[in-house]
C-alpha cells in the first residue's frame, strides 16, 4: 500500500484532493433543507389528520409526480387530495413543490405525515391515462414488477 502512494506524485495528490473536496461540497449544495412536513414525518403517528405522501415516476429513480392526501380520521378515506407534476425535474428536488406541499399540508392543520419509502411506481393513473389491467405503455420500468418493492413478478 505504501509503496503505491509514493509513486503519485504530489500534484496528483493534489488534484484527487481537490476533486473529493468539490464533490463533497456538491453532494452538500444538493442536498435539500428539511421541511417542516418531512420533520413531522420522522415523529411517525401523532394522531389525525394524516398526511399521506406518495411518489411515483416513470422508473425507480426519478419522481416525476407527488401525490398528497389528508386523511382527518381513522378509517376515512382522503378527505383532500392535491398532485404536483415534473415532465424533466424530480420533484423531490424542486423547491416550489416542496414548498407547495408544505403549504398543502399546513393548510389542514396535520398531526402526522406517512411517507411513502421510495417511488411507488409509474405515475400515470390506470383507468385514466391507459386502459384498467395493462401496464402503462409510457413506462415500461414498471410491466411485471411489483409497485410498492419493485421487484419482478412475471
Known amino acids: 500500500m505504501r509503496q503505491a ?3 503519485v506524485s ?4 493534489a488534484e484527487a484532493v481537490v476533486a473529493f473536496s468539490w464533490g463533497d461540497a456538491l453532494r452538500k449544495i444538493k442536498r435539500r433543507p428539511t421541511s417542516q412536513w418531512r420533520k413531522k414525518a420522522r415523529k411517525g403517528f401523532r394522531g389525525y389528520p394524516v398526511a399521506t405522501v406518495a411518489f411515483y415516476g416513470p ?3 426519478r419522481a416525476s409526480k407527488v401525490a398528497v392526501g389528508i386523511i382527518l380520521g381513522e378509517g376515512e378515506e ?3 387530495f392535491e398532485r404536483w407534476h415534473s ?4 420533484v423531490r428536488h424542486i423547491e416550489s413543490v416542496e414548498s407547495a406541499v408544505a403549504e398543502f399540508i399546513m393548510a389542514h392543520d396535520v398531526m402526522s405525515v406517512l411517507i411513502t419509502d421510495g417511488l411507488l411506481g409509474c405515475p400515470h393513473e390506470e383507468g385514466i391515462d391507459y386502459a384498467e389491467g395493462e401496464s402503462c405503455p409510457e413506462c415500461p420500468y414498471w410491466a411485471g414488477r411489483d409497485r ?6 412475471q
Do not use: L, W
Open 59 to 61: 422508473d425507480n429513480t
Open 148 to 153: 410498492f418493492s419493485g421487484e419482478r413478478i
Open 10 to 13: 504530489d500534484s496528483t495528490v
Open 87 to 90: 415532465d424533466n425535474e424530480d
Open 5 to 7: 502512494h509514493r509513486q
Open 78 to 80: 382522503p378527505a383532500f
